[in-house]
């Protein structure tokens, strides 16, 4: 137990918290940041290691429209360490592989001239008749492409990955996640001749940076910085319980063994599940807050990686599976992010996700299992003979996405209200914490701010950041602080 209080502790080591932790260490704090994992850090940004292989458990593209990100990344990690990837990404559907972005004469060849019609003719029957408030994905997605477009080409994928019907889906996640995109983004991104100043639609970007051994290298090197500087990051310890007291916070956490320790602070910053959060505060938060925090929903995924005893098989980064005949969602290939992701160049590795729920019946099935059914799916995809595949492992992610069901926004804002009135110095930041499916630059931009807020140098609010890392209000003047000047939202 340790007597000393810091200014800040904090919880988890992903993006998030390791980033917060990473800012605190330039305005001369010490921090102490709590991971669950006694091995890696990163979170879903991890990157796990077998038998040589390095696997990217999620799959992640280093591309932001914020040049402060972009250049914290390399901050983080020399430049010698990164790679550019070209964006190769294709869609399996019915036996055929489809470029993404759709090409649309590839599309009209391989659909056949029927289907093509009905495509088109749905698409211009969904502009006709607009749904004028969407309230649910399907909604969403068929105003932006038409129904046949969305049958083919989102629906099936998209199910698997929230394990729920479209309709059921809020209209949010569309909006937040894929921004901008519609058919004719997605046509004239691939006819037209990319042109200096033109708006890039995230989603559909060529090219991206990668570091040369996985997202992993970089928050491990992250960690490693946090701790050179006097922070400390403790691995495999859990926390059991968040208690207000006079000099500010008290975290206690609980390791493998069973051993108990004590933090002190003034500020928490939290970027572990919202739920989690609540479960954790001492005295026990309200009933109807308590009701609320557990009707926050996540979907977990697994991912099965398989080694190939072939030195090439796809040319993609991944592949999305739009098959309702096969449980897996999409393929990565790991050679095509980085070759040393590979320790044995004769061979690949492909990583199979499947999106469940823990506890159902592809979460409960032994690893052998689930090696065994993601063989039998390759092959049965066409994408590798079962007889080469030589061996394989099951990397398990518990709460990867938070879901965007019916009456989320308001349980979180119920929440996020009852924290900010009655948890002062409670900071949360990131996916999970503020239960919102954001992409990793996002996730960085809010560690940022609240490790600012924490330190006293910005008033910034990091509900305010929007899932392509920009922050929403004009910024109008700013503030010194120990690590420079700050920007601070206008008066609205």
Known sequence: MSDRVLQCVVLGAGPAGLTAAFELTKQGQRPVVIEADPEYVGGIARTVQYRGYRIDVGGHRFFTKNPEIETLWREMLPATEWLTCNRITRIYYRGHFFDYPVRPFQALVKLGPFTA???????????????????????????????????????TYTEKVWGMKTSEISADWAAQRIRGLSLWSTLTSALLPKRRGRRVITTLIDSFSYPRRGPGQL?????????????????????????????????????????????????????????????????????????????????????????????????????????????????????AWSEAMVPDQATCCLGLEYFCTAGDDLWQSSD????????????????????????????????????????????????????????????????????????????????????????????????KVNGEAEYHEVVTETVPGPGGRYPQPAVL
């Not at 557990?294 to 990686?305: E, I």
């Open 117 to 155: 019609a009905r495509c088109i003719g749905s698409f211009v029957w969904a502009k006709l008749r607009p749904v004028r408030t969407p309230r649910n994905v399907e909604d969403w997605m068929v105003g932006q492409f038409g129904r046949r477009l969305f049958e083919i080409f989102f629906k």
């Open 368 to 463: 052998a299992a689930l090696i065994e059914l993601a063989t039998r799916e390759i092959s049965k995809l066409g994408l590798c003979p079962a007889s080469a595949v030589r061996s394989g492992c099951v990397v398990r992610q518990a709460k990867a996405y938070p879901v965007y069901d019916d009456g989320y926004a308001e349980t979180v804002a119920t929440i996020r209200t009852w924290l900010e009135r009655s948890a002062p110095g409670i900071h949360c930041a990131g996916r999970n914490a503020m239960h919102k499916y954001n992409n990793m630059d996002h996730s960085m931009m809010t560690g940022l701010i609240v490790a600012r807020r924490a330190a006293g140098v910005s008033a910034q609010d990091p509900w």
């Open 219 to 335: 928050w491990e090197n992250v960690a490693r910085t946090v701790n050179e500087r006097g922070g400390e990051v403790r691995m495999g310890e859990r926390v059991t319980a968040i208690s207000r007291t006079g000099r500010g916070w008290t975290v206690s956490t609980r390791d493998r063994t069973g051993e108990t320790f004590t933090h002190h602070a003034l500020h928490v910053i939290s970027s572990i599940p919202m739920g989690e959060l609540i479960a954790c505060l001492e005295p026990a938060a309200p009933p109807e807050i308590l009701a609320a925090a557990a009707r926050l929903h996540y979907r977990d995924f697994l991912n099965v990686a398989l080694v190939i005893d072939r030195p090439h098989l796809l040319k993609d980064n991944w592949i999305y599976i739009h098959d309702p005949n096969v449980r897996v969602g999409r393929v990565q290939n790991s050679k």
